[in-house]
Structures are given as C-alpha cells and as structure tokens.
Nanobody, 112 residues
C-alpha cells in the first residue's frame, strides 16, 4: 500500500478558500478526496486518474478543483466559495493496481 500525507485543512469563513494536498509514497492509478461530517456517511468529493480523468460530487462542482502533479505523486484540491455545509473531515484516497489506501484525514471547518 502507498502511504499518504495530507495537509492544508483549517478554519475558514464562508466564502473563503482552502487548498488541500495529498502526497503518495508511490505511483497511483487514481487519487481523490472524500469527506465525512459528524453523523454522516463518508462521501466522494473529487477524484482524478493518472491520465487526468476527473470526477466531482454535484455539491462541489464549479467550486472545487482537483489537480495532480504526477511527477510528485501529489494531488491537490482547491476549494473555493466554501460553505458551512462543506465542514467535514477530508480524507485522501489512493488506488493503485494492487491496493487502496486512506490517509488520516484533515479537518476543514467553515464558519458562517
């Protein structure tokens, strides 16, 4: 399994922006971000394949942008126009040819 190192969470006011990053220790096929709010199930936020195919949750389309630096095995999630309902623990996920890995997560809190 690849190891994942996440960074970039924090507290921001509604309408603000944050960028999350996730660095994988090895080559991946697909990486992305999921989030889980208290009392709710973990849900997809955005994923990107190594070839650049991107998928977003409807709730973040037009506000969030996922990108990747394949040379660094690192994925970024730029989050704009943040809303209080975006408050959650955000987890990085990496899928390789052989396994799937999760990071420890980083907290994003959006105040109204």
């Amino acid at each position: 399994q690849v190891q994942l190192v996440e960074s970039g969470g924090g507290l921001v006011q509604a309408g603000g922006s944050l960028t999350l990053s996730c660095a994988a220790s090895g080559r991946y096929y697909r990486m992305g971000w999921y989030r889980q709010a208290p009392g709710k199930q973990r849900e997809l936020v955005a994923t990107i394949t190594r070839s650049g195919i991107i998928n977003y949750a409807d709730s973040v389309k037009g506000r969030f942008a996922i990108s990747a630096d394949n040379a660094k095995n690192t994925v970024y999630l730029r989050m704009n126009s943040l809303k209080p309902e975006d408050t959650a623990h955000y987890f990085c996920n990496a899928v390789t040819d052989f396994s799937a890995s999760w990071g420890q997560g980083t907290q994003v809190t959006v105040s109204s």
